[in-house]
C-alpha cells in the first residue's frame, strides 16, 4: 500500500480523531449527548438555527412574510451553536431528532407543532400564510422541483465541495476535483434556466428562489469558502444578476442577519425577533 492509498477495511469503525474543522461534532450515531432546556419566547413561532444557508432560508422567508403583513408570522430566534454541540440538547432533540438547524416549533396550534429540515419548514409556513408558493399545480410543481433541486444539491456544494476544499485536514485532489465538477455544473443548470427567466420558476420570486440563493447566491456573491476564483463564479453572469437582484430585497437583508455566531464569549447567543424594525 501506497502512501496515497487507501483501502477500506473490512468493517468500518468510527475514529474520533480523524481531524477536520467539524471532527469534534461529528459522530454516527443520534441522539442527544445532554440535558439542556431550550428556551421560549413570546411569539407564535419559536426557531432554534444558525444563520448557514440552510438556517438563513428560514429566516428570510420570515421576514418576507413579515413586510407582507403577516403579524402571525413573528418569531423569536434563538441560536443553536453547532460548534459547541448545542444541537445535540435534549430539547433540541425532541424538536429535530436529526439534530441538524433548522428547527421550529409553531407554538399557536395545539399542541405545538414541531418541524425540521429547512425544505419542510419553508413550506409549512408558505402553506401556513399562503404566501411564496403558488396553488396553480403547474406552478406549483415548478417551485416544489426547484425547491426540491437545491435539497438534493447543496449537499454536493457544502458537505462535498465545501468540505474537502476548505475544511478538510489536508487537500486530497481526487474529491476536490470531483465536487468541484459538480458544482459547476449546478450552477451551469441554474444558468440556462436563469437565461430567460427573471426568477427560477419565471417572472415571481417564491421559496424556490429563498432556498436556493441562500446558498448558490451566497457563494456567487460572498465568495463562500473562498472559492470564487476556483470555480470560476464570475462567468455564471446570469446567476449573479438573479442573485443581486434577490440580495437587494429588504427582508433577504434581514433574514440574513438574524442567529449569527457570537463573535465572542461575551455575546448575547438569543436573537429575539420582534418586528421589521429591530433589523433595519
Not at 419559536?46 to 422567508?61: D, R
Not at 464570475?234 to 463573535?263: C, H, L, Q
Request: hydrophobic share 35%.
Amino acid at each position: 500500500m501506497t502512501k496515497d492509498t487507501y483501502t477500506p477495511p473490512e468493517v468500518w469503525e468510527w475514529d474520533s480523531k480523524n481531524g477536520g474543522k467539524f471532527a469534534n461534532i461529528n459522530k454516527p450515531t443520534a441522539g442527544a449527548t445532554h440535558d439542556k432546556e431550550l428556551p421560549r419566547g413570546k411569539h407564535p413561532l419559536q426557531l432554534y438555527s444558525l444563520g448557514t444557508p440552510n438556517g438563513m432560508k428560514v429566516t428570510i422567508l420570515l421576514e418576507e412574510l413579515l413586510a407582507l403583513g403577516h403579524e402571525g408570522a413573528e418569531y423569536d430566534a434563538f441560536l443553536i451553536n453547532i460548534g459547541e454541540g448545542d444541537q445535540f440538547g435534549s430539547d433540541f432533540v425532541g424538536i429535530n431528532p436529526n439534530s441538524k438547524i433548522p428547527a421550529l416549533l409553531d407554538v399557536s396550534t395545539n399542541p405545538p407543532t414541531r418541524i425540521f429540515e429547512s425544505g419542510a419548514i419553508m413550506v409549512y409556513l408558505a402553506e401556513k400564510f399562503g404566501e411564496l408558493l403558488p396553488t396553480e399545480p403547474s406552478e406549483r410543481a415548478e417551485c416544489m422541483s426547484w425547491l426540491f433541486w437545491q435539497m438534493g444539491s447543496a449537499p454536493f456544494l457544502g458537505g462535498g465541495f465545501g468540505h474537502f476544499y476548505a475544511y478538510a485536514p489536508e487537500k486530497f485532489e481526487y474529491p476536490i476535483n470531483r465536487f468541484a465538477m459538480e458544482v459547476k455544473r449546478q450552477l451551469d443548470v441554474l444558468d440556462k434556466n436563469l437565461n430567460s427567466r427573471q426568477y427560477l420558476c419565471g417572472d415571481d420570486y417564491n421559496i424556490s428562489d429563498i432556498a436556493v440563493c441562500s446558498w448558490y447566491g451566497m457563494l456567487v456573491l460572498k465568495n463562500a469558502y473562498n472559492a470564487a476564483k476556483f470555480l470560476d463564479v464570475a462567468s455564471y453572469k446570469n446567476v449573479i444578476r438573479w442573485a443581486e437582484d434577490i440580495a437587494k430585497r429588504p427582508a433577504f437583508k434581514r433574514g440574513t442577519r438574524v442567529n449569527r455566531a457570537p463573535s465572542g464569549p461575551d455575546d448575547n447567543a438569543i436573537v429575539e425577533r420582534h418586528d421589521a424594525s429591530d433589523l433595519d
